[in-house]
T-cell receptor, first 116, second 108 residues
Framework: NAGVTQTPKFQVLKTGQSMTLQCAQDMNHNSMYWYRQDPGMGLRLIYYSASEGTTDKGEVPNGYNVSRLNKREFSLRLESAAPSQTSVYFC???????????????FGPGTRLTVL | RKEVEQDPGPFNVPEGATVAFNCTYSNSASQSFFWYRQDCRKEPKLLMSVYSSGNEDGRFTAQLNRASQYISLLIRDSKLSDSATYLCVVNIRGDMRFGAGTRLTVKP
């Protein structure tokens, strides 16, 4: 099993350009997440999807859109990139154990994005 | 005030040392607690969950104090391979909140 995969690994954009970050998981998880990680800030949730066909905003959704294409795939789109979106982006997925709040999140390897 | 606060470190310790990390959280509705490990330029990975009674996994011991809203991680007999950033994570009604991490370097 590959776990959680992300593409691309690195990307450089100019201000105003658009791009889509791809994420896929092969663990049959219902929930998927997009985070950004900035120095000194910890991971912050951008959007999440509790199940196929549903998406919800996280802590920092502005400037992003998401699409839960099917159970495996969850993409993140930047419509008009800004330098403030320079960050490392992680996708994660989790399976739910009924009645438990101890659900492990599995992360992809990350995408390092620089916006000039 | 950040919801999850950690001492950023870095902690530089010799092999074999015992080192402790602390984490405080501000939301009393927090339901579950974790320590994740993140190696340089890699993704976070679950190290251990933290249960109310405290729990141990080999050289690692995690403690939770709900009254003080405080979580700790103790690493005994540090190994070079323990060098990483340790993230404190709190689940608030299904929403995972990450601390900024504490960096540990174990030296020979």
């Amino acid at each position: 099993n590959a776990g959680v995969t992300q593409t691309p690994k690195f990307q450089v954009l100019k201000t105003g350009q658009s791009m889509t970050l791809q994420c896929a998981q092969d663990m049959n998880h219902n929930s998927m997440y997009w985070y950004r990680q900035d120095p000194g800030m910890g991971l912050r949730l951008i959007y999440y999807s509790a199940s196929e066909g549903t998406t919800d905003k996280g802590e920092v959704p502005n400037g992003y859109n998401v699409s839960r294409l099917n159970k495996r795939e969850f993409s993140l789109r930047l419509e008009s990139a800004a330098p403030s979106q320079t960050s490392v982006y992680f996708c994660a997925s989790s399976g739910e154990i009924a009645g438990s709040s101890y659900n492990e999140q599995f992360f992809g390897p990350g995408t390092r994005l620089t916006v000039l | 005030r950040k919801e999850v606060e950690q001492d950023p470190g870095p902690f530089n310790v010799p092999e074999g040392a015992t080192v402790a990390f602390n984490c405080t959280y501000s939301n009393s509705a927090s339901q579950s607690f974790f320590w994740y490990r993140q190696d340089c330029r890699k993704e976070p990975k679950l190290l251990m969950s933290v249960y109310s009674s405290g729990n141990e996994d080999g050289r690692f011991t995690a403690q939770l104090n709900r009254a003080s809203q405080y979580i700790s991680l103790l690493i005994r007999d540090s190994k070079l391979s323990d060098s990483a950033t340790y993230l404190c994570v709190v689940n608030i009604r299904g929403d995972m909140r990450f601390g900024a991490g504490t960096r540990l370097t174990v030296k020979p």
